[in-house]
């Protein structure tokens, strides 16, 4: 009974916090479903290089594209490593020019060559609670003197219990991009 | 009529024409989508012919800036060169903003005492009144409205600066100008006074000709209600002029307007 009480207050905060975002998405599950993404920047032998900027977010027709996370120069004086957000043109187009930076939960530093895993837990943090359906996770890589790349994901968010796994290559910027959906 | 009267009134022909000339008028942003919370962006401004290639004359006129809540935006820095100028434009508010170089002037003549005089340059329409001595006869005149404007926007766009002023040609967006993509189609609807400008023909040609052999030029005539449209074939920056110059044996219009704009289509 505490239980359930915790989770029917929880949930006003977590649609407050996820604004405008969360409502396309439809009715929130109580279900714990949790995203495992894996992403893989590639070592790249060039005279300059630069960690790339990032962004991860996840597309539903018909709802607004959601940001999962954004890794740039965010310890840059002066916010001045959000001049070069705009590089990452269509997260830029789809999502970013409407957001305010840094933001919580979704803004992070940037990351080196190497694999990167992360864990969303639908219904905290960026990844709103989700109905089942045809989703798209977009990865978009732009890299300061560099290049850039996109990789689209398409998988069926599962209903409780199921599970679904989707993954892309990149062959510049991005290397191996794989997520996992689980209960 | 005396040589030189004779040659006075050639003059004057050849400056009413002037307008007209080949020549385009521009102003190229450094960026036209911008990030972060303290954005600036640079602009080159020129007429040239080629595009976008400062290699003829400077835009002498400094523009005026229009913030996204419809406010003067302040222009820094503006110089001018042999071939162009320069200027910057702080974004201080988050939205779209307008720089505008708009001309706004009466070109003509009249005859007094049988000899033919041309209105001084850049006669503004309010003092065309007292321009014209009593007794002068002959009077031709010819109302110019040149607006040059461009668009650029810190964060999401936003439509402010788009309320049109109803003098000349203006530009209303259907698809906002800086949300291009290449292999997108845009629209957008022109105004002429402030009433939808039909059937006025339509330049697009992107930037870059110096380094090929054809203009790649895109024609295309405003509809009933002034829009039209256009599908991007490739990313980069255009030049987009909309003229009432659809009668090009009529020396002298009573009413002339042109517009030009310079356009970002970003790649996909």
Redesign the interface.
């Known amino acids: 009974m505490i239980l359930t009480h915790r989770i029917a207050m929880s949930r006003p905060m977590a649609a407050t916090m996820a604004g405008a975002f969360m409502l396309p998405f439809g009715a929130a599950p109580l279900s714990a479903q949790t995203i495992d993404l894996s992403v893989t920047l590639p070592r790249l032998d060039v005279a300059e290089y630069h960690k790339p900027y990032v962004a991860i977010w996840l597309e539903q027709e018909g709802a607004a594209p959601r940001t999962l996370g954004i890794w740039y120069d965010v310890a840059k004086k002066?916010?001045?490593?959000?001049?070069?957000?705009?590089d990452v043109?269509?997260w830029?187009?789809a999502a970013?020019?409407?957001m305010r930076l840094p933001a919580d939960g979704v803004s992070g530093a940037t990351r080196g060559p190497g694999t990167h895993r992360l864990t969303l837990t639908a219904g905290r943090g960026p990844l709103p609670p989700l109905a089942p359906g045809q989703y798209v996770l977009v990865i978009e890589a732009a890299r300061e003197v560099g290049g850039r790349e996109l990789l689209r994901l398409p998988f069926a968010w599962p209903g409780a219990g199921g599970t679904a796994s989707a993954r892309a290559a990149g062959t510049t910027e991005l290397g191996a991009v794989a997520l996992t959906v689980r209960r | 009529m005396t040589l030189r009267a004779a040659l006075f009134a050639l003059g004057a022909t050849t400056l009413l024409a002037a307008p007209a000339a080949a020549h385009r008028q521009w102003m190229m942003p450094s960026?036209t989508?911008?990030?972060?919370?303290?954005?600036w962006v640079t602009v080159d401004a020129a007429v040239s012919n080629d595009l976008f290639y400062f290699e003829h004359q400077p835009l002498r006129a400094q523009p005026l800036a229009m913030a996204p809540d419809g406010s003067a935006g302040k222009i820094e820095n503006w110089a001018t060169g042999r071939y162009r100028s320069t200027f910057d434009l702080h974004l201080t508010a988050r939205g779209t903003w307008k720089i505008m170089s708009v001309n706004d002037s009466v070109f003509g003549s009249y005859k007094l005492n049988g000899v033919e005089t041309r209105l001084p340059r850049g006669l503004s329409p309010d003092r065309l009144a007292e321009a014209i001595p009593a007794g002068a006869t002959d009077v031709r005149t010819s109302h110019n409205v040149s607006r040059n404007e461009i668009f650029v926007?810190a964060?999401?766009?936003t439509t402010g600066v788009f309320t049109p002023t109803g003098k000349g040609i203006e530009l209303v967006p259907v698809t906002h100008p800086n949300?291009l993509?290449a292999g997108e189609t845009a629209s957008f609807r022109f105004l002429l006074d402030g009433k939808p400008a039909a059937g006025l023909p339509v330049t697009i040609i992107p930037g870059g000709n110096r380094y090929r052999d054809t203009l790649n030029q895109i024609d295309l005539k405003t509809g009933a209600d002034g829009s039209i449209s256009v599908r991007w074939p490739g990313p980069g920056m255009y030049w987009l002029n909309v003229t009432t110059d659809a009668e090009p044996e009529k020396a002298m219009p009573a009413r002339r307007a042109s517009y030009v704009t310079t356009l970002e289509v970003?790649?996909?």
């Not at chain 1, 002066?78 to 705009?86: I, N, S, V, Y």
């Not at chain 2, 989508?33 to 954005?39: I, P, R, T």
């Open positions: 002066g916010g001045e490593g959000a001049k070069w957000l705009r043109r269509q830029w187009r970013g020019r409407s | 960026a989508v911008l990030s972060g919370d303290d954005a926007t964060g999401e766009p949300d993509v970003l790649a996909p």
